[in-house]
């Protein structure tokens, strides 16, 4: 018989108590909450996963879509290789403004460049300058994750990892009568995620849904 107790809030909340969040991570979340900027900031386990991933991957090139307030920066950021950089890209100037602050109090301010505008403007410049990345984390506007997973793929390393957020959309790519576009994208993406021969890759169901995939080596 299944315990009335094991259910996805009360394993999420469980996880969570564990992350054991320091106190800029705490931080950060706050001043996020306090300049009135969406609470979607990456959950504090899958922060831990971040950083467990950077670290386990050797990552010395990593390239964020999404910055926000700078929270999942500083947890891969906290990860990378001694010589390693973080490129964030993000729509909002006083977005990146803030990350980049925060990332500068986390002691990765000389390591850390911000492109700030349309992501896929800034991904087609990268790719046009030759820069190529080996650690990619997606958590921006649903409407292009199809679009930023061909781009990661098209700068990756042999063996770059690619991961990306809200997967599961707070249930909304369960539901088969929900279907609008940004839905029917990031379905499109957890397909190729899935099924992508470029590509050995999972979605995680926890939290509002994690992927992780590695991009295979020739």
Avoid: W
Avoid at 73 to 83: F, L
Avoid at 107 to 121: I, K, N, Q
Avoid at 148 to 173: F, S
């Amino acid at each position: 018989m299944n315990d009335p107790h094991m259910n996805a809030e009360a394993a999420e909340a469980y996880t969570e108590s564990l992350a054991n969040e320091d106190e800029l991570l705490l931080k950060i979340k706050q001043a996020i909450h306090d300049a009135r900027m969406p609470d979607v900031s990456v959950a504090a386990g899958y922060g831990k996963m971040l950083t467990l991933l950077v670290t386990l991957s050797g990552a010395k090139r990593i390239l964020e879509i999404g910055a926000l307030g700078g929270y999942s920066g500083v947890c891969m950021a906290r990860g990378m290789a001694e010589d390693g950089t973080l490129t964030s890209l993000e729509l909002k100037a006083e977005y990146a403004e803030m990350a980049a602050g925060h990332l500068e109090e986390a002691g990765f301010g000389g390591r850390t460049r911000y492109l700030v505008g349309p992501a896929l403007d800034s991904l087609k410049k990268l790719r046009e300058d030759g820069e190529t990345y080996d650690f990619f984390f997606i958590d921006a506007d649903k409407l292009n994750y199809v679009n930023y997973l061909d781009m990661a793929l098209e700068m990756a390393r042999p063996g770059a990892i690619i991961v990306a957020d809200n997967l599961l959309l707070r249930g909304r790519t369960l539901n088969p009568e929900r279907n609008g576009p940004a839905i029917l994208r990031v379905r499109e993406f957890n397909r190729r995620i899935a099924e992508d021969p470029r590509l050995i890759g999972t979605l995680l169901p926890a939290y509002d849904g994690f992927s992780v995939a590695m991009v295979k080596k020739a």
